[in-house]
DNA sequence: AAGTGGTCTAGACCACCGT
DNA sequence: CGGTGGTCTAGACCACTTG
């Protein structure tokens, strides 16, 4: 990462230029990615990433700055850089937007229902780059606020990922899905986009959510992606929204 | 902003440490609320303000870097930084998060049906830090996507800054409403919270969006901020949610 | 006290936009 | 061309954590 030699050669390599401190940062993730640094891990110090990339503690710093937006890496002043982890609970509730309307924290509780091989639908599909027909791991789920079920989960992972995964391996209860999925299989999710719309209950959902069928309920369709954009994830997730909502900040 | 008394000063004050650049973030945010610079405006240059500050040029670039990240200004390398501004169609559809099934850009234009004073409810009451009874400015319009109704607002205004409002002066059709805001009143919504949940549709609604009464529609109560987190919007809207959905990115 | 991230400086140079 | 933001440096010092 000699400093005159990258930068010329990706000059001539790519005309669009790409600063130094961009440079290092998809070196990083490519790290990250790798498997080099993990979860919960320290990385190491700007001033030992200056020396290793032959550049200024103020290049190194811009990078790590971006990253840490992206909730790539936590800084904590005084102890580090850390490879952000779903175990940490600060970051616990970054997927999970249903709340309870009196704002109260809830204590969420997973229920695995079941894990199979399936066939994907057009819908799982077309989210996960893959082939309808194409097989993927399929586990439905209850999320249980304070012992009420609030959550139907419909989960579609890519089988070259999950190969594994079983009904007892997700009996964790407590921690999150992704937590899981980091430390027992090494995939982390870094990003996610849901769809969201106002269903009426089908009969099975309703009855595993204990209302009637045809109640409203929110449908959230969400494709989780790894790093490099890796679509990993497709779920179909039915909410009840009638003693909890779903919050969202509009920046 | 003289570097070494405002910090002492600041110690003495204020025993908690603010750097430099959040001082000024402060400033210049006060100098946004107080009307110096309006919407649209080229800010004074880095350089400048590194002068009028007292501060080095880096100082005044990271206080810049935030607000940018907050959407407060915008940066355009080569011409300048400027105030946001919602007739920039960059920041168009930072509040509507409604988006057909099919990707397309939907050409939403707004249909005003109604505008008055009347007593706030006790949830929008909560909402913009008023008593129940207060009065606001209340509208209900229509947002229409191609021709088709999609979405019934209904919005409650702090009375002290809309005042003058009018259904004539809400007949603007094309641009939004937070444009409109802040080129007629003044008021520049910079944030939002929003609650969603699924509801069946009442009749006045149904008829309205032209849907059955009791079909699921998407409740989204939002609350809109201008500067200094101070609410003075808050709408109920009711979203159609069968030929588009509402999108959602977690970072 | 040593090590980490956080702030601030002064200056050089580059990329982009307008005239 | 001059003016703007964008990158990079080298070094000083501050704030926080740990031992």
Redesign the interface.
């Known amino acids: 990462m000699n400093r005159d030699s990258s930068r010329s050669s990706f000059r001539i390599a790519a005309p669009t230029f790409s600063p130094l401190y961009r440079q290092i940062k998809e070196f990083m993730i490519r790290s990250l990615e790798a498997g080099e640094w993990h979860p919960g891990d320290a990385i190491p110090s700007e001033g030992e990433l200056a020396a290793r990339f032959n550049v200024s503690q103020g290049t190194v710093r811009k990078a790590i700055d971006e990253m840490a937006?992206?909730?790539l890496l936590v800084r904590r002043q005084g102890k580090g850089t850390f490879v952000a982890s779903h175990d940490d609970p600060r970051s616990f509730f970054?997927?999970l937007?249903l709340v309870p309307d009196d704002g109260s924290h809830p204590h969420a509780v997973s229920f695995p229902l079941s894990c199979a091989t399936r066939e994907a639908g057009e819908d799982a599909a077309a989210a996960l780059g893959i082939a309808a027909g194409d097989l993927v791991v399929y586990v439905e789920r209850l999320l249980r606020f304070n012992g009420e079920t609030v959550v139907f989960d419909q989960i579609h992972l890519v089988t070259e990922l999950f190969a594994g995964l079983t009904l007892e391996s997700l009996s964790g209860g407590d921690r999150s899905l992704y937590s899981l999925f980091e430390n027992d299989y090494g995939v982390r999710m870094i990003?996610?986009?849901?769809?969201?719309?106002?269903?009426?209950a089908d009969p099975y959902s309703a009855g595993l959510l204990g209302v009637q069928p045809g109640?409203?309920?929110?449908?959230v369709e969400?494709t989780a992606y790894t790093y490099g954009n890796k679509p990993v994830e497709w779920r179909r997730g039915l909410?009840r929204?009638?003693r909890q909502?779903?919050?969202?900040?509009?920046?």
Chains 1, 2 share one sequence.
């Open positions: 937006a992206e909730n970054r997927f937007r990003h996610a986009a849901e769809h969201l719309r106002a269903v009426a109640v409203p309920l929110l449908l969400r909410y929204t009638d909502h779903y919050r969202n900040d509009l920046g």
